[in-house]
């Protein structure tokens, strides 16, 4: 009902950045949650970032201070802003939002996937 078009993925060499972006592609009615996970290959699947409608946040250990989630809620968009990228980052990386499409429509959906690559 609610797809999520993510963007902004790609290779870049250790100590580059990446914005990720993910747009729903219809109005929200009301957003609980919006966040980003990631799987590298073989591996299992780990929550990045979240951000509430209160605009609370929470990062996983592995990125504090060097990822910053953010939302555009006129835009029905969430960011993931990566600095100072480490191999280890490398993953596919997947956005998640929750929340409701109408009064009476909950929904959890995920982005696609996009692929980051920190390589020299």
């Known amino acids: 009902q609610v797809q999520l078009v993510e963007s902004g993925g790609g290779l870049v060499q250790p100590g580059g950045s990446l914005r990720l972006s993910c747009a729903a592609s219809r109005s929200i009615f009301s957003i609980n949650t919006m966040g980003w996970h990631r799987q590298a290959p073989g591996k299992e699947r780990e929550l990045v970032a979240t951000?509430?409608?209160?605009?609370?946040?929470n990062y996983a250990d592995s990125v504090k201070g060097r990822f910053t989630i953010s939302r555009d809620n006129a835009e029905n968009t969430v960011y993931l802003q990566m600095n100072s990228l480490k191999p280890e980052d490398t993953a596919v990386y997947y956005c998640n939002i929750v929340g409701y499409i109408s009064a009476l429509v909950p929904m959890d959906y995920w982005g696609q996937g996009t692929q980051v690559t920190v390589s020299s």
């Open positions: 951000i509430t409608s209160g605009a609370s946040t």
